[in-house]
């Protein structure tokens, strides 16, 4: 066995999403769905996991290191992060302003438009997809109520 780390992080997984499934049996099936559908299949996984460990060869080829863009220049790789970790900062700061049902489609339409530069057809047909997709699933399917964002209910409309 390589790593008795390994062995030990499969065995916690398993034991915390069993835990979780086992928890969430109790729940009426709206409540459950949501542990089930993660911690089952996470269960599964940590499971080949700890048999690849246990049973696969111990002949495991050099280790390497992770690394993305090494062509590229330092600066490029720091500008594309920065954009990156600003456009989940400014997702998140629409879900505090407007709310979940307004910033999906609000985040995916300015994504397209802006970070994709796709054409105003496109970014709305995969605007209106993801909305459609988003309410079916979580107001139409589920009945998940979300909080309204803060200018909703500064305006009084919440």
Known sequence: MDSKASLFLS??????SAWAAISAFAWPL?????????????????????????LGSPQRGPVMDF??????????????????????????VAIVLAGFPIA????????????????WIFCAACTAAVWAMFYGLFDYLLHLPFAAGWIATWLGLA
Not at 11 to 16: E, Q, R, T
Not at 67 to 84: I, M
């Open 30 to 54: 709206k409540a459950a769905l949501f542990p089930l559908v993660i911690s089952i299949p996470l269960f599964c996984l940590a499971g080949a996991e700890l048999l690849w460990l246990l």
């Open 104 to 119: 999906v489609p609000l985040f995916v339409f300015l994504y397209v438009k802006v970070q994709g530069r796709e054409g």
């Open 11 to 16: 065995l916690g997984v398993m034991a915390l």
């Open 67 to 92: 690394q993305l863009a090494s062509h590229l220049p330092k600066a490029v790789v720091l500008h594309r992060t920065a954009l990156a970790i600003g456009w989940i900062l400014g997702f998140f």
